[in-house]
T-cell receptor
Framework: GAVVSQHPSWVICKSGTSVKIECRSL??????MFWYRQFPKQSLMLMAT?????????EQGVEKDKFLINHASLTLSTLTVTSAHPEDSSFYIC???????????FGSGTQLSVL | KQEVTQIPAALSVPEGENLVLNCSFT??????LQWFRQDPGKGLTSLLL?????REQTSGRLNASLDKSSGRSTLYIAASQPGDSATYLC??????????????FGQGTILTVHP
């Protein structure tokens, strides 16, 4: 099956710094990617939908200026957490959809810890 | 390496039936197990989250059980409805070895409930 690579798996950073998370579709083109986050003991929540070549669509309550999403190519989407604070500590996961198909493939997630 | 298998791959039932979806995983060192629903063309919806110390979780007509020692989980759907038609995914979050912190998904069960 299709593979989605997410990097890094773990990141620890100081408060106020920015962190970039990459999501790559390794053997297929993905016009649409989804970004989710999961706080401890809570369910996974959709943050935004990323479309190649256009602005991302953010879910209600998600700050677009804080969580910058760039989907500049058909194989790469990035999520940048700007000026991270401890409350941003969470598990972030991306998924990608094969162009022309409905099935989604998922990255293995990134655990962000902000000190 | 964690592997997650879901059986059956597809299931078609008449409305009103009770049904069971199965999920098995090879590495019992997990933080939690989650069941998700994926509707065509849309992102992921989290249904139930079971912590590794828990045996089951219930939400409405859904009940999920977890037997960590045997590496199995079941999702029970009572009195199925056409609106339940979707792809159901289970995912485990690793707590040891090379799967530490990573989310591993099964390939899903495609459920069709016909009127």
């Amino acid at each position: 099956g299709a593979v989605v690579s997410q990097h890094p798996s773990w990141v620890i950073c100081k408060s106020g710094t920015s962190v970039k998370i990459e999501c790559r579709s390794l053997d297929f083109q993905a016009t649409t990617m989804f970004w989710y986050r999961q706080f401890p003991k809570q369910s996974l929540m959709l943050m935004a939908t990323s479309n190649e070549g256009s602005k991302a669509t953010y879910e209600q309550g998600v700050e677009k200026d804080k969580f910058l999403i760039n989907h500049a190519s058909l194989t790469l989407s990035t999520l940048t957490v700007t000026s991270a604070h401890p409350e941003d500590s969470s598990f972030y996961i991306c998924s990608a959809r094969v162009t022309g198909e409905v099935k989604l493939f998922f990255g293995s997630g990134t655990q962000l810890s902000v000190l | 390496k964690q592997e997650v298998t879901q059986i059956p791959a597809a299931l078609s039932v008449p409305e009103g039936e009770n049904l069971v979806l199965n999920c098995s995983f090879t590495d019992s060192a997990i933080y939690n197990l989650q069941w998700f629903r994926q509707d065509p063309g849309k992102g992921l919806t989290s249904l139930l989250l079971i912590q590794s110390s828990q045996r089951e979780q219930t939400s409405g007509r859904l009940n999920a059980s977890l037997d960590k020692s045997s590496g199995r989980s079941t999702l029970y759907i009572a009195a199925s409805q056409p609106g339940d038609s979707a792809t159901y995914l289970c995912a485990v979050r690793g707590a040891g070895g090379t799967s530490y912190g990573k989310l591993t998904f099964g390939q899903g069960t495609i459920l069709t409930v016909h009127p």
